[in-house]
């Protein structure tokens, strides 16, 4: 198993232009999540889904949209890029409730710097 | 409103001794905790976690204590070896799919 993957690795935006951050897991897990994490501010929930076609706000889903048309795949879209969403994001999968603890499997981050 | 809080941003530790990373938190409704450990430039890794009905949780060098009256718990590295050095991440759940994670602690373990 590949476990979560993420791509790309590394991107830089300018203002104002979009992309979208993929995600895909292999595990066949229910429950998708994506983070934020800043210095000092630890990970912060954007958006999740609890499976396909179902998604949901986090603590800052502000200037992010998602969607889940596969159990596999999670995209992070950014509509309008702007310099406070310089972060490092990660993606999260897990088989979700009712197992007993929700242990959350992350992909490797994107770094992502807007100017 | 920060429902779990990691107090101390960095702990400093010779390699052989213990190490000691707290967490607290306001959410009574968490019914269990998880331990996160993180290296630079690669996702957080799952190290341990413990129930709620508990009070302590133990896997090799890492035991996770749990204190409900005074929403407090903590994980305890014996014997710390360099390798341990990273963040580390508290994170507590309960009645929904959602973690809800602190702001990690910089762990050094020096030779």
């Known amino acids: 198993n590949a476990g979560v993957t993420q791509t790309p690795k590394f991107q830089v935006l300018k203002t104002g232009q979009s992309m979208t951050l993929q995600c895909a897991q292999d595990?066949?897990?229910?429950?998708m999540s994506w983070y934020r994490q800043d210095p000092g501010m630890g990970l912060r929930l954007i958006h999740y889904s609890v499976g396909a076609g179902i998604t949901d706000q986090g603590e800052v889903p502000n200037g992010y949209n998602v969607s889940r048309s596969t159990t596999e795949d999670f995209p992070l879209r950014l509509l309008s890029a702007a310099p406070s969403q310089t972060s490092v994001y990660f993606c999260a999968s897990s088989p979700g409730l009712p197992n007993r603890y929700n242990e959350q499997f992350f992909g490797p981050g994107t770094r992502l710097t807007v100017l | 409103d920060q429902q779990v809080k990691q107090n101390s941003p960095s702990l400093s530790v010779q390699e052989g001794r213990i190490s000691i990373l707290n967490c607290d938190y306001t959410?009574?409704?968490?019914?269990?905790f998880l331990w996160y450990k993180k290296y630079p430039a690669e996702g957080p890794t799952f190290l341990i976690s413990?129930?709620?009905?508990?009070d302590k949780n133990e896997d090799g060098r890492f035991t996770v204590f749990l204190n409900k009256s005074a929403k407090h718990l903590s994980l305890h590295i014996v014997p710390s070896q360099p390798g341990d050095s990273a963040v580390y991440f508290c994170?507590?759940?309960?009645?929904?799919?959602?973690?809800?994670f602190g702001k990690g602690t910089k762990l050094t373990v020096n030779p």
């Open positions: 595990m066949n897990h229910e429950y």
């Open positions: 959410n009574s409704m968490f019914d269990y």
């Open positions: 994170a507590g759940g309960g009645g929904s799919e959602k973690l809800v």
């Open positions: 413990i129930s709620s009905i508990k």
